[in-house]
Nanobody, 118 residues
Framework: QVQLVESGGGLVQTGGSLRLSCAASRSIFSIDVLGWYRQAPGKQRELVAD???????NYADSVKGRFTISRDNAKDTMYLQMNSLKPEDTAVYFC????????????WGQGTQVTVSS
């Protein structure tokens, strides 16, 4: 079982920056994939970025070059550094953890609101 708690959301102007954090209730060393997803009003939840235990990263085209995902195994925390924010980045951002064993188990955080004003 893994509990995930996001923080760092808020209101920022276009071009600004925010750093989201996702704190896990246990060691993230063995969590196969950690990711950030977002959901804007009236839209489906979409992948923003993810990172594997080996440090391989994957980004949505819309955020490449602006967002950076990272994980600190010592602090059991994942981060999303968001720069050059745009109004279209406005959404609730969710932390996600995928644990692969006999079965695949997916955990979600409660989400944090990011609002980018124009």
């Amino acid at each position: 079982q893994v509990q995930l708690v996001e923080s760092g959301g808020g209101l920022v102007q276009t071009g600004g920056s925010l750093r989201l954090s996702c704190a896990a209730s246990r060691s993230i060393f063995s969590i196969d994939v950690l990711g950030w997803y977002r959901q804007a009003p009236g839209k489906q939840r979409e992948l923003v970025a993810d990172i594997t235990t080996g440090g391989s990263t994957n980004y949505a085209d819309s955020v490449k070059g602006r967002f950076t995902i990272s994980r600190d195994n010592a602090k059991d925390t994942m981060y999303l550094q968001m720069n050059s924010l745009k109004p279209e980045d406005t959404a609730v951002y969710f932390c996600n953890a995928v644990v692969k064993g006999w079965s695949v188990v997916v955990y979600w955080g409660q989400g944090t609101q990011v609002t980018v004003s124009s």
